[in-house]
Protein backbone atom coordinates (compact mmCIF):
# COMPACT_ATOMS: atom_id res chain seq x y z
CA UNK A 1 0.00 0.00 0.00
CA UNK A 2 1.18 3.50 -1.13
CA UNK A 3 2.62 5.33 1.87
CA UNK A 4 1.05 9.62 1.51
CA UNK A 5 2.17 12.04 3.61
CA UNK A 6 -0.76 14.29 4.47
CA UNK A 7 -0.79 17.44 4.64
CA UNK A 8 -2.70 19.23 6.90
CA UNK A 9 -5.01 21.19 4.36
CA UNK A 10 -5.55 18.60 1.34
CA UNK A 11 -6.21 19.69 -1.76
CA UNK A 12 -7.94 18.02 -4.42
CA UNK A 13 -4.35 15.81 -5.84
CA UNK A 14 -4.21 14.78 -2.10
CA UNK A 15 -7.69 13.70 -1.99
CA UNK A 16 -7.14 11.92 -5.24
CA UNK A 17 -4.25 9.89 -4.29
CA UNK A 18 -6.25 8.37 -0.86
CA UNK A 19 -8.57 7.36 -3.09
CA UNK A 20 -5.91 5.50 -4.42
CA UNK A 21 -4.87 4.12 -1.66
CA UNK A 22 -8.33 3.05 -0.56
CA UNK A 23 -10.58 2.77 -3.20
CA UNK A 24 -7.78 1.42 -5.76
CA UNK A 25 -9.50 -0.68 -7.59
CA UNK A 26 -12.84 0.57 -7.78
CA UNK A 27 -13.67 2.09 -10.57
CA UNK A 28 -12.36 5.82 -11.42
CA UNK A 29 -13.60 6.16 -14.80
CA UNK A 30 -14.94 4.02 -17.73
CA UNK A 31 -15.12 4.86 -21.08
CA UNK A 32 -16.79 2.64 -24.67
CA UNK A 33 -12.77 1.13 -24.78
CA UNK A 34 -11.68 1.28 -21.11
CA UNK A 35 -11.66 1.11 -17.76
CA UNK A 36 -9.46 2.68 -15.01
CA UNK A 37 -9.11 2.08 -11.43
CA UNK A 38 -8.74 5.25 -8.59
CA UNK A 39 -4.69 3.54 -9.07
CA UNK A 40 -4.49 3.47 -12.27
CA UNK A 41 -5.90 6.78 -12.91
CA UNK A 42 -3.49 8.88 -10.55
CA UNK A 43 -0.63 6.66 -12.04
CA UNK A 44 -2.03 8.09 -15.67
CA UNK A 45 -2.05 11.41 -14.26
CA UNK A 46 1.54 11.15 -12.14
CA UNK A 47 2.53 10.05 -15.60
CA UNK A 48 1.32 13.23 -17.72
CA UNK A 49 2.82 15.54 -15.03
CA UNK A 50 6.25 13.88 -15.10
CA UNK A 51 6.03 14.08 -18.66
CA UNK A 52 5.58 17.69 -18.59
CA UNK A 53 7.95 18.17 -15.98
CA UNK A 54 10.46 16.61 -18.37
CA UNK A 55 9.95 18.99 -20.96
CA UNK A 56 10.57 21.99 -18.93
CA UNK A 57 7.51 23.13 -17.82
CA UNK A 58 7.53 24.74 -14.41
CA UNK A 59 5.22 24.96 -11.55
CA UNK A 60 2.28 27.52 -12.51
CA UNK A 61 3.07 27.36 -16.29
CA UNK A 62 -0.11 27.25 -18.51
CA UNK A 63 -1.22 24.37 -20.84
CA UNK A 64 -3.64 24.86 -23.72
CA UNK A 65 -6.12 21.54 -23.92
CA UNK A 66 -7.87 21.08 -27.30
CA UNK A 67 -9.09 17.89 -26.94
CA UNK A 68 -11.95 15.81 -27.50
CA UNK A 69 -14.09 14.02 -24.67
CA UNK A 70 -12.33 10.67 -23.20
CA UNK A 71 -9.41 9.34 -21.57
CA UNK A 72 -6.40 10.80 -22.87
CA UNK A 73 -8.32 14.82 -22.06
CA UNK A 74 -9.13 13.21 -18.46
CA UNK A 75 -5.85 11.93 -17.80
CA UNK A 76 -4.14 15.50 -19.32
CA UNK A 77 -6.51 17.90 -17.29
CA UNK A 78 -5.84 16.05 -13.84
CA UNK A 79 -2.11 15.45 -14.37
CA UNK A 80 -1.85 19.13 -15.52
CA UNK A 81 -3.24 19.70 -11.78
CA UNK A 82 -1.26 17.11 -10.18
CA UNK A 83 2.19 18.55 -11.47
CA UNK A 84 1.22 22.41 -9.99
CA UNK A 85 0.36 23.39 -13.19
CA UNK A 86 -2.48 25.31 -14.75
CA UNK A 87 -4.60 23.85 -17.52
CA UNK A 88 -6.85 25.84 -19.60
CA UNK A 89 -9.28 23.71 -21.41
CA UNK A 90 -10.92 25.49 -24.65
CA UNK A 91 -14.14 25.37 -25.91
CA UNK A 92 -13.60 23.21 -29.35
CA UNK A 93 -16.43 25.00 -30.90
CA UNK A 94 -14.82 27.99 -31.10
CA UNK A 95 -13.23 29.66 -34.21
CA UNK A 96 -9.07 29.65 -34.50
CA UNK A 97 -8.81 32.54 -34.64
CA UNK A 98 -10.70 32.96 -30.54
CA UNK A 99 -7.87 29.45 -30.01
CA UNK A 100 -5.53 31.88 -31.36
CA UNK A 101 -6.44 34.72 -28.79
CA UNK A 102 -6.71 31.87 -25.63
CA UNK A 103 -3.39 30.73 -26.02
CA UNK A 104 -1.60 33.90 -26.24
CA UNK A 105 -4.19 35.72 -23.61
CA UNK A 106 -3.20 32.47 -21.08
CA UNK A 107 0.75 33.09 -21.95
CA UNK A 108 0.63 28.82 -22.16
CA UNK A 109 3.93 27.16 -22.61
CA UNK A 110 2.64 23.85 -23.65
CA UNK A 111 -0.73 22.60 -25.89
CA UNK A 112 -2.37 19.23 -26.12
CA UNK A 113 -4.86 18.21 -28.60
CA UNK A 114 -6.44 15.30 -29.81
CA UNK A 115 -5.54 14.82 -33.84
CA UNK A 116 -9.04 15.98 -34.93
CA UNK A 117 -7.85 19.45 -33.63
CA UNK A 118 -4.13 18.96 -34.03
CA UNK A 119 -4.46 20.48 -37.96
CA UNK A 120 -5.99 23.48 -36.74
CA UNK A 121 -3.32 24.15 -33.90
CA UNK A 122 -0.67 23.73 -37.03
CA UNK A 123 -2.50 26.17 -39.11
CA UNK A 124 -1.84 28.83 -36.72
CA UNK A 125 1.63 28.21 -36.21
CA UNK A 126 3.39 31.58 -37.62
CA UNK A 127 1.23 33.15 -34.79
CA UNK A 128 1.37 30.85 -31.72
CA UNK A 129 4.41 31.61 -29.14
CA UNK A 130 7.19 29.93 -30.04
CA UNK A 131 7.41 27.47 -27.01
CA UNK A 132 3.40 26.75 -26.60
CA UNK A 133 3.72 25.46 -30.68
CA UNK A 134 7.32 23.58 -29.70
CA UNK A 135 5.62 21.63 -26.80
CA UNK A 136 2.48 19.75 -28.86
CA UNK A 137 1.30 16.87 -27.65
CA UNK A 138 -1.40 14.91 -29.73
CA UNK A 139 -3.81 11.99 -28.78
CA UNK A 140 -4.33 9.60 -31.25
CA UNK A 141 -2.76 9.09 -34.58
CA UNK A 142 0.33 9.95 -34.12
CA UNK A 143 1.37 13.69 -36.42
CA UNK A 144 4.64 14.61 -37.37
CA UNK A 145 6.12 17.13 -35.20
CA UNK A 146 4.00 16.30 -32.45
CA UNK A 147 4.54 13.84 -29.25
CA UNK A 148 2.09 11.28 -29.38
CA UNK A 149 0.54 11.39 -26.15
CA UNK A 150 0.10 7.81 -25.51
CA UNK A 151 3.45 6.94 -26.28
CA UNK A 152 4.63 10.15 -24.40
CA UNK A 153 2.98 9.30 -21.31
CA UNK A 154 3.93 5.40 -21.19
CA UNK A 155 7.57 6.62 -21.07
CA UNK A 156 6.88 8.39 -17.66
CA UNK A 157 6.74 7.41 -14.08
CA UNK A 158 4.55 6.47 -12.45
CA UNK A 159 4.87 7.95 -9.04
CA UNK A 160 3.90 11.39 -7.95
CA UNK A 161 5.78 14.25 -8.77
CA UNK A 162 7.24 15.92 -5.63
CA UNK A 163 5.50 19.61 -6.20
CA UNK A 164 4.59 21.48 -3.50
CA UNK A 165 0.85 22.15 -3.72
CA UNK A 166 -0.20 25.87 -2.06
CA UNK A 167 -4.32 26.43 -1.63
CA UNK A 168 -3.70 29.98 -3.65
CA UNK A 169 -1.56 28.08 -6.39
CA UNK A 170 -3.69 28.34 -10.00
CA UNK A 171 -5.59 25.25 -10.62
CA UNK A 172 -7.05 26.01 -13.98
CA UNK A 173 -7.95 29.40 -16.43
CA UNK A 174 -11.91 28.59 -17.43
CA UNK A 175 -12.40 30.88 -20.67
CA UNK A 176 -15.79 32.76 -20.92
CA UNK A 177 -16.50 32.93 -24.26
CA UNK A 178 -14.09 32.18 -27.37
CA UNK A 179 -16.49 33.92 -29.65
CA UNK A 180 -14.84 37.70 -29.33
CA UNK A 181 -11.77 39.01 -29.68
CA UNK A 182 -11.11 39.96 -25.28
CA UNK A 183 -11.34 36.70 -24.09
CA UNK A 184 -11.68 36.40 -20.13
CA UNK A 185 -9.74 33.73 -18.57
CA UNK A 186 -11.97 32.96 -14.95
CA UNK A 187 -8.79 31.43 -12.96
CA UNK A 188 -9.36 28.74 -9.72
CA UNK A 189 -6.92 27.86 -7.35
CA UNK A 190 -6.76 24.92 -5.38
CA UNK A 191 -8.39 25.72 -2.45
CA UNK A 192 -11.43 27.51 -4.50
CA UNK A 193 -11.55 24.43 -6.68
CA UNK A 194 -11.71 21.86 -3.55
CA UNK A 195 -14.17 24.43 -1.76
CA UNK A 196 -16.21 24.33 -4.87
CA UNK A 197 -16.23 20.85 -4.89
CA UNK A 198 -17.16 20.22 -1.12
CA UNK A 199 -19.96 22.51 -1.34
CA UNK A 200 -21.46 21.47 -4.53
CA UNK A 201 -21.09 17.50 -3.93
CA UNK A 202 -23.32 18.33 -0.60
CA UNK A 203 -25.64 20.32 -2.18
CA UNK A 204 -25.70 18.04 -5.59
CA UNK A 205 -26.19 14.88 -3.43
CA UNK A 206 -23.10 12.69 -4.72
CA UNK A 207 -21.83 10.29 -2.49
CA UNK A 208 -19.03 7.76 -2.77
CA UNK A 209 -21.48 5.53 -4.79
CA UNK A 210 -22.08 8.29 -7.67
CA UNK A 211 -21.96 7.15 -11.22
CA UNK A 212 -21.93 10.47 -12.86
CA UNK A 213 -22.31 10.19 -16.82
CA UNK A 214 -20.74 13.31 -18.66
CA UNK A 215 -22.92 14.10 -21.41
CA UNK A 216 -21.38 17.81 -22.85
CA UNK A 217 -17.76 18.79 -23.18
CA UNK A 218 -14.71 18.12 -20.42
CA UNK A 219 -13.91 21.95 -21.03
CA UNK A 220 -17.26 23.05 -19.34
CA UNK A 221 -17.72 24.33 -16.08
CA UNK A 222 -20.90 23.00 -16.39
CA UNK A 223 -19.01 19.17 -16.61
CA UNK A 224 -16.89 20.12 -13.92
CA UNK A 225 -19.76 20.07 -11.31
CA UNK A 226 -20.85 16.52 -11.85
CA UNK A 227 -17.27 15.74 -12.34
CA UNK A 228 -15.61 16.95 -9.30
CA UNK A 229 -18.31 16.32 -7.22
CA UNK A 230 -17.80 12.67 -8.15
CA UNK A 231 -14.08 12.58 -8.01
CA UNK A 232 -13.70 14.36 -4.37
CA UNK A 233 -16.45 11.72 -2.86
CA UNK A 234 -14.42 8.58 -4.86
CA UNK A 235 -17.49 7.78 -7.10
CA UNK A 236 -17.11 6.87 -10.89
CA UNK A 237 -17.39 8.93 -13.73
CA UNK A 238 -18.48 7.60 -16.96
CA UNK A 239 -17.36 9.38 -20.21
CA UNK A 240 -20.13 9.59 -23.35
CA UNK A 241 -19.13 10.12 -27.02
CA UNK A 242 -21.57 12.96 -29.03
CA UNK A 243 -25.28 13.22 -26.90
CA UNK A 244 -27.77 11.12 -28.24
CA UNK A 245 -30.69 11.04 -26.75
CA UNK A 246 -32.27 7.22 -27.10
CA UNK A 247 -28.13 6.50 -26.13
CA UNK A 248 -28.80 8.31 -22.55
CA UNK A 249 -31.73 6.48 -21.84
CA UNK A 250 -29.90 3.42 -22.17
CA UNK A 251 -27.07 4.25 -20.57
CA UNK A 252 -29.08 5.01 -17.24
CA UNK A 253 -30.79 2.25 -17.40
CA UNK A 254 -27.68 -0.28 -18.44
CA UNK A 255 -24.85 1.11 -16.32
CA UNK A 256 -27.24 2.32 -13.38
CA UNK A 257 -26.75 5.97 -13.77
CA UNK A 258 -27.06 7.93 -10.38
CA UNK A 259 -26.43 11.94 -11.41
CA UNK A 260 -26.65 13.74 -14.24
CA UNK A 261 -25.29 17.27 -14.75
CA UNK A 262 -26.72 18.66 -18.05
CA UNK A 263 -27.77 21.99 -20.14
CA UNK A 264 -31.70 22.88 -20.65
CA UNK A 265 -31.62 21.55 -24.21
CA UNK A 266 -29.87 18.40 -23.57
CA UNK A 267 -33.14 17.82 -21.34
CA UNK A 268 -35.40 19.07 -23.63
CA UNK A 269 -34.30 16.78 -26.51
CA UNK A 270 -33.33 13.68 -23.62
CA UNK A 271 -36.92 14.05 -23.07
CA UNK A 272 -38.37 14.80 -26.76
CA UNK A 273 -37.62 11.22 -27.11
CA UNK A 274 -39.97 8.19 -26.39
CA UNK A 275 -38.82 7.16 -22.86
CA UNK A 276 -41.27 5.22 -21.43
CA UNK A 277 -39.86 1.53 -21.29
CA UNK A 278 -36.45 2.75 -19.91
CA UNK A 279 -35.79 1.90 -16.33
CA UNK A 280 -34.30 5.12 -14.40
CA UNK A 281 -34.86 3.91 -10.84
CA UNK A 282 -31.01 4.39 -10.40
CA UNK A 283 -31.31 8.05 -10.49
CA UNK A 284 -30.44 10.11 -7.70
CA UNK A 285 -29.69 13.56 -8.81
CA UNK A 286 -30.35 15.30 -11.88
CA UNK A 287 -28.78 19.20 -12.09
CA UNK A 288 -29.49 21.86 -15.12
CA UNK A 289 -27.59 24.77 -15.60
CA UNK A 290 -26.31 27.23 -18.42
CA UNK A 291 -29.49 28.86 -19.23
CA UNK A 292 -33.16 28.71 -18.10
CA UNK A 293 -34.74 26.04 -17.88
CA UNK A 294 -38.50 25.67 -19.53
CA UNK A 295 -40.78 25.50 -16.48
CA UNK A 296 -42.80 22.60 -19.19
CA UNK A 297 -39.27 20.63 -19.46
CA UNK A 298 -38.68 20.86 -15.30
CA UNK A 299 -42.17 20.10 -14.60
CA UNK A 300 -42.20 17.22 -17.44
CA UNK A 301 -38.86 15.87 -15.27
CA UNK A 302 -40.61 15.97 -12.58
CA UNK A 303 -43.23 13.36 -13.46
CA UNK A 304 -40.39 11.21 -14.88
CA UNK A 305 -38.07 10.84 -11.95
CA UNK A 306 -38.24 10.33 -8.45
CA UNK A 307 -35.24 12.67 -7.64
CA UNK A 308 -36.88 15.41 -9.98
CA UNK A 309 -34.53 18.09 -10.75
CA UNK A 310 -32.26 20.52 -9.45
CA UNK A 311 -31.76 23.96 -10.98
CA UNK A 312 -29.06 25.83 -10.90
CA UNK A 313 -28.07 28.78 -11.55
CA UNK A 314 -24.68 30.73 -11.82
CA UNK A 315 -21.29 31.77 -13.29
CA UNK A 316 -18.37 29.98 -13.94
CA UNK A 317 -16.66 33.12 -11.67
CA UNK A 318 -18.04 31.96 -8.84
CA UNK A 319 -22.18 32.82 -7.91
CA UNK A 320 -24.57 29.42 -7.63
CA UNK A 321 -27.85 29.26 -6.45
CA UNK A 322 -29.90 26.33 -6.78
CA UNK A 323 -33.49 25.14 -6.22
CA UNK A 324 -34.29 21.96 -4.35
CA UNK A 325 -36.79 19.16 -5.63
CA UNK A 326 -38.52 19.77 -2.57
CA UNK A 327 -38.66 23.13 -2.78
CA UNK A 328 -39.33 23.22 -6.80
CA UNK A 329 -43.35 22.55 -6.47
CA UNK A 330 -45.07 25.79 -6.02
CA UNK A 331 -41.96 27.86 -7.33
CA UNK A 332 -40.49 26.39 -11.14
CA UNK A 333 -39.83 29.43 -12.19
CA UNK A 334 -37.06 29.94 -9.44
CA UNK A 335 -33.49 29.34 -9.65
CA UNK A 336 -33.45 28.59 -5.42
CA UNK A 337 -31.68 29.59 -2.77
CA UNK A 338 -27.48 30.58 -2.88
CA UNK A 339 -25.09 27.80 -2.46
CA UNK A 340 -24.41 26.86 1.15
CA UNK A 341 -21.48 29.23 2.87
CA UNK A 342 -22.32 32.04 0.11
CA UNK A 343 -24.50 34.80 0.32
CA UNK A 344 -26.18 37.38 -2.50
CA UNK A 345 -27.88 40.86 -2.81
CA UNK A 346 -29.91 42.37 -5.35
CA UNK A 347 -28.90 45.66 -6.40
CA UNK A 348 -31.13 49.17 -7.75
CA UNK A 349 -29.45 51.03 -10.02
CA UNK A 350 -28.00 53.61 -7.60
CA UNK A 351 -25.98 50.27 -5.94
CA UNK A 352 -28.57 50.42 -3.24
CA UNK A 353 -30.00 46.91 -1.70
CA UNK A 354 -33.36 46.18 -3.19
CA UNK A 355 -36.82 45.53 -1.44
CA UNK A 356 -38.39 42.25 -1.49
CA UNK A 357 -39.33 42.03 -4.94
CA UNK A 358 -37.64 44.74 -6.79
CA UNK A 359 -35.28 43.90 -9.58
CA UNK A 360 -32.28 44.77 -9.70
CA UNK A 361 -28.51 43.19 -10.35
CA UNK A 362 -27.59 39.94 -8.48
CA UNK A 363 -24.25 40.12 -6.54
CA UNK A 364 -22.81 37.06 -4.35
CA UNK A 365 -20.20 36.58 -2.08
CA UNK A 366 -18.34 33.53 -0.35
CA UNK A 367 -15.06 31.20 -0.43
CA UNK A 368 -16.17 30.00 -4.25
CA UNK A 369 -15.54 33.28 -5.64
CA UNK A 370 -12.65 33.90 -8.34
CA UNK A 371 -9.60 36.14 -7.66
CA UNK A 372 -9.60 37.39 -10.24
CA UNK A 373 -9.98 37.35 -14.66
CA UNK A 374 -6.16 36.07 -15.51
CA UNK A 375 -3.73 39.27 -16.31
CA UNK A 376 -7.18 41.88 -16.50
CA UNK A 377 -7.06 44.25 -13.23
CA UNK A 378 -9.88 46.35 -15.24
CA UNK A 379 -12.14 43.65 -15.97
CA UNK A 380 -11.65 42.56 -12.64
CA UNK A 381 -12.05 45.89 -10.23
CA UNK A 382 -15.13 46.50 -12.70
CA UNK A 383 -16.55 43.10 -11.73
CA UNK A 384 -16.70 43.81 -7.52
CA UNK A 385 -18.80 46.08 -5.63
CA UNK A 386 -17.70 46.65 -2.07
CA UNK A 387 -20.12 47.27 0.67
CA UNK A 388 -19.94 49.35 3.85
CA UNK A 389 -18.12 46.97 5.47
CA UNK A 390 -15.45 46.30 2.92
CA UNK A 391 -16.52 43.00 2.05
CA UNK A 392 -16.06 42.65 -1.70
CA UNK A 393 -19.01 41.14 -3.38
CA UNK A 394 -19.12 39.76 -7.53
CA UNK A 395 -21.34 41.46 -9.54
CA UNK A 396 -23.40 39.00 -11.97
CA UNK A 397 -24.44 41.32 -14.61
CA UNK A 398 -27.79 39.56 -14.51
CA UNK A 399 -31.32 41.27 -13.60
CA UNK A 400 -33.23 39.41 -10.56
CA UNK A 401 -35.60 39.50 -7.40
CA UNK A 402 -36.04 37.85 -3.96
CA UNK A 403 -39.51 36.76 -3.02
CA UNK A 404 -40.60 36.86 0.31
CA UNK A 405 -38.71 33.53 1.52
CA UNK A 406 -35.95 34.52 -0.21
CA UNK A 407 -35.84 32.47 -3.31
CA UNK A 408 -34.30 33.89 -6.68
CA UNK A 409 -35.82 34.74 -9.87
CA UNK A 410 -33.92 35.62 -12.83
CA UNK A 411 -35.17 38.67 -14.95
CA UNK A 412 -32.85 38.86 -17.52
CA UNK A 413 -28.92 40.03 -18.43
CA UNK A 414 -28.24 43.31 -17.46
CA UNK A 415 -27.01 43.72 -21.11
CA UNK A 416 -30.24 42.60 -22.75
CA UNK A 417 -32.39 44.99 -21.18
CA UNK A 418 -34.37 46.62 -23.27
CA UNK A 419 -34.93 50.43 -21.95
CA UNK A 420 -37.96 51.55 -24.10
CA UNK A 421 -40.15 55.21 -23.68
CA UNK A 422 -37.76 55.67 -20.38
CA UNK A 423 -39.17 51.28 -18.72
CA UNK A 424 -37.27 48.66 -18.63
CA UNK A 425 -38.26 45.58 -20.64
CA UNK A 426 -36.78 42.28 -19.86
CA UNK A 427 -37.02 40.28 -22.84
CA UNK A 428 -37.48 37.09 -21.08
CA UNK A 429 -40.75 37.65 -19.98
CA UNK A 430 -42.07 38.66 -23.42
CA UNK A 431 -39.89 35.42 -24.55
CA UNK A 432 -41.63 32.80 -22.09
CA UNK A 433 -44.90 33.93 -23.31
CA UNK A 434 -43.99 33.26 -27.31
CA UNK A 435 -42.74 30.06 -26.64
CA UNK A 436 -46.15 29.06 -25.20
CA UNK A 437 -47.66 29.80 -29.12
CA UNK A 438 -48.22 26.06 -31.01
CA UNK A 439 -46.29 27.42 -34.16
CA UNK A 440 -43.02 28.71 -32.11
CA UNK A 441 -40.10 26.17 -31.78
CA UNK A 442 -37.76 28.92 -30.34
CA UNK A 443 -37.77 32.57 -29.49
CA UNK A 444 -35.09 35.47 -29.07
CA UNK A 445 -36.11 38.88 -28.05
CA UNK A 446 -34.12 41.61 -28.43
CA UNK A 447 -34.07 45.54 -28.63
CA UNK A 448 -33.72 47.83 -31.85
CA UNK A 449 -33.86 51.16 -32.32
CA UNK A 450 -36.84 53.08 -32.25
CA UNK A 451 -37.58 56.92 -33.50
CA UNK A 452 -40.37 57.17 -30.96
CA UNK A 453 -39.27 54.73 -27.82
CA UNK A 454 -35.31 54.61 -28.30
CA UNK A 455 -35.49 51.13 -28.41
CA UNK A 456 -38.47 48.57 -29.00
CA UNK A 457 -38.77 45.00 -28.65
CA UNK A 458 -38.09 43.07 -32.05
CA UNK A 459 -38.98 39.03 -31.93
CA UNK A 460 -36.80 36.29 -33.68
CA UNK A 461 -38.30 32.91 -34.32
CA UNK A 462 -37.75 29.61 -35.52
CA UNK A 463 -41.16 28.30 -36.45
CA UNK A 464 -41.89 24.98 -35.63
CA UNK A 465 -43.11 23.62 -39.08
CA UNK A 466 -40.87 26.34 -41.29
CA UNK A 467 -43.26 29.05 -42.07
CA UNK A 468 -45.77 31.02 -39.41
CA UNK A 469 -48.30 33.79 -40.02
CA UNK A 470 -46.02 36.93 -38.37
CA UNK A 471 -48.62 39.31 -38.48
CA UNK A 472 -50.64 36.87 -36.06
CA UNK A 473 -48.15 35.69 -33.90
CA UNK A 474 -47.17 39.40 -33.74
CA UNK A 475 -50.92 40.30 -32.58
CA UNK A 476 -51.32 37.05 -30.04
CA UNK A 477 -48.45 37.80 -28.19
CA UNK A 478 -49.23 41.76 -27.53
CA UNK A 479 -52.81 40.73 -26.44
CA UNK A 480 -50.85 38.80 -23.74
CA UNK A 481 -47.86 41.07 -22.75
CA UNK A 482 -47.94 44.78 -21.08
CA UNK A 483 -48.28 47.72 -23.25
CA UNK A 484 -44.58 48.92 -22.89
CA UNK A 485 -43.62 44.74 -23.92
CA UNK A 486 -45.76 44.91 -27.20
CA UNK A 487 -43.13 43.72 -30.04
CA UNK A 488 -42.76 46.06 -33.09
CA UNK A 489 -42.02 42.78 -35.28
CA UNK A 490 -41.65 39.24 -36.15
CA UNK A 491 -38.83 38.03 -37.67
CA UNK A 492 -38.15 33.85 -38.63
CA UNK A 493 -34.68 32.95 -38.83
CA UNK A 494 -34.29 28.29 -39.89
CA UNK A 495 -32.30 28.46 -36.06
CA UNK A 496 -32.02 30.74 -33.20
CA UNK A 497 -27.89 30.77 -32.53
CA UNK A 498 -26.90 29.59 -29.16
CA UNK A 499 -23.55 28.68 -27.40
CA UNK A 500 -23.08 25.23 -26.19
CA UNK A 501 -24.16 25.52 -22.76
CA UNK A 502 -27.78 26.74 -24.34
CA UNK A 503 -27.29 30.51 -23.95
CA UNK A 504 -29.24 32.45 -27.02
CA UNK A 505 -25.99 34.66 -28.67
CA UNK A 506 -27.75 37.90 -28.71
CA UNK A 507 -25.13 39.55 -29.17
CA UNK A 508 -24.74 38.26 -32.58
CA UNK A 509 -28.43 38.70 -33.11
CA UNK A 510 -28.37 42.30 -32.31
CA UNK A 511 -25.64 42.70 -34.47
CA UNK A 512 -27.04 41.73 -37.61
CA UNK A 513 -30.49 44.50 -37.03
CA UNK A 514 -27.78 47.23 -36.28
CA UNK A 515 -28.64 50.97 -37.29
CA UNK A 516 -32.11 50.06 -38.62
CA UNK A 517 -35.04 51.78 -37.02
CA UNK A 518 -38.45 49.82 -36.59
CA UNK A 519 -40.97 52.10 -36.44
Same mark, same amino acid.
Given at each position: ????????????? /??????????? !????????????????????????????? &????????????????????? @????????????? $???????? +???????????????????????????????????????????????????? @?? &???????????? @???????????????????????????????????????????? %? *???????????? %????????????????????? *??????? *?????? &???????????????????????? *??????????????????????????????????????????????????? $????????????????????? +?? /???? !?????????????????????????????????????????????????????? %???????????????????? #?????????????????????????????? $???? $?????? #???????????????????????????????????????????????????
Amino acid at each position: MPKIILPTDPLLP /DIFALHGKWRA !EKPALITEDETLSWKSFNERTYQVANGLI &EMGLEKGDRVIVLMSNGLPMM @EALFGIMAGGFVS $APLNVSVT +DDAILNMVIDSGATAILASAEHASRIEGLESKLPKIAFNNRICSGAGLSGWK @EF &EIWRDAQLKTRP @EVELKPDDYLNIIYSSGTTGQPKGIVHTHQGRRDWAYDMALTLR %Y *NSSARFLVTIGL %YSNITWVGLLSTMIAGGTVLI *NGKFDAE *NLWQKI &EQEKITHLSMVPTLYERMMDFDHS *NYDVSSMQSMMSAGSPLRESVKAALFDRFDCGIIELYGLTEGVITTLDPED $AMDRLSSVGLPLLGTDLKILG +DD /DREC !ETGQAGEIVSCGRIVMPEYYNKEDATRDSLWVDGQGIHWLRTGDIGYLDEKGFL %YIVDRKKDMILSGGQNVYPQ #DIEAIMILHNDVKDVAVIGVKSKKWGETPL $AIVA $ARNGSI #DQDGLKAWTNKQVGRQQRITGVHIIDEIPRNPNGKILKRELRKKYEGRFFD
